[in-house]
């Protein structure tokens, strides 16, 4: 696939970064979205909650259909705009945090110092998810992702032409595995340190394009400021990776809406 020059890491590079990150997404938050262990999807909601023969366990779960989370029949009637929400107030936090306590991260944060990596993977991992409640699905659109990605956290445009032939195909692949790690099995349930782990290695995986990090949105000048004292420096880092979600969250509806 060929690639235009930018600085020193031509476009190529970026996209053979970017395709196992878009796939090792797809355990991740198919665990998080899709998710129904309790039968919550298919409840029906309405008068039949009202009769007084029900047992007790078919009303906690008609309670429970009712929260606004993947999985449930409140979530399948909620406009694209209050699921993208969700997205980034829920998981977007717990990312968040993530990235500004390297020891949530475990062994791998303390030995390789990637956390505006980390960062990125983030914004990443939710610019995905974003893209996937308008239609756009890692699986069938893997190729429009990657160019939004680009967009957002490098200010990169690509076009790319859907042409990978088998090896490539199968090297990014072998590179999801790794970067899923034990999400990627079945039956495999997200837990928070599951996540943490995961998005540690999404991190690692950006890494390798070190150079490009800085561009990807940021918090404000004080938040840096902040993020660089003593002790509660990590508290700075956390509101400026927030800070960053939240703008990044908005260039990916833009760049989807036009």
Do not use: N
Request: net charge positive; proline share 5%.
């Amino acid at each position: 696939m060929p690639g235009r020059e930018h600085g020193p890491i031509p476009d190529q590079a970026v996209v053979g970064v970017l395709r196992p990150f878009v796939r090792a997404t797809r355990p991740l938050l198919a665990g998080l979205r899709e998710t129904d262990p309790f039968g919550l999807r298919g409840r029906v909601q309405g008068a039949a909650a009202e009769d007084a023969e029900r047992s007790l366990k078919d009303k906690v779960l008609d309670a429970l259909a009712s929260v606004e989370v993947p999985g449930t029949s409140a979530w399948a009637a909620m406009e694209v705009k209050a699921r993208s929400h969700w997205w980034i107030y829920r998981v977007g936090r717990f990312t968040t945090l993530v990235a500004a306590i390297p020891g949530l991260g475990g062994a791998l944060a303390r030995t390789l110092p990637v956390s505006a990596a980390v960062g990125a993977a983030g914004q990443g991992l939710l610019l995905v998810a974003i893209a996937g409640e308008h239609g756009i699905h890692a699986r069938d659109h893997e190729d429009r992702i990657i160019e939004l990605l680009a967009a957002v956290l490098f200010g990169r445009e690509l076009a790319l032409t859907g042409s990978l032939d088998a090896a490539e195909d199968a090297a990014a692949d072998r590179r999801a595995a790794e970067l899923t790690g034990d999400l990627g099995g079945k039956g495999a349930k997200p837990t928070p340190a599951k996540v943490g782990s995961a998005v540690w290695r999404l991190g690692r995986a950006l890494y390798s394009v070190e150079d490009e990090l800085d561009k990807r949105p940021h918090g404000r000048f004080y938040h840096e400021a902040f993020g660089m004292l003593p002790v509660v420096g990590v508290v700075g880092k956390y509101f400026g990776e927030w800070s960053g979600l939240k703008r990044a969250a908005r260039a990916a509806e833009k760049h989807l809406a036009a």
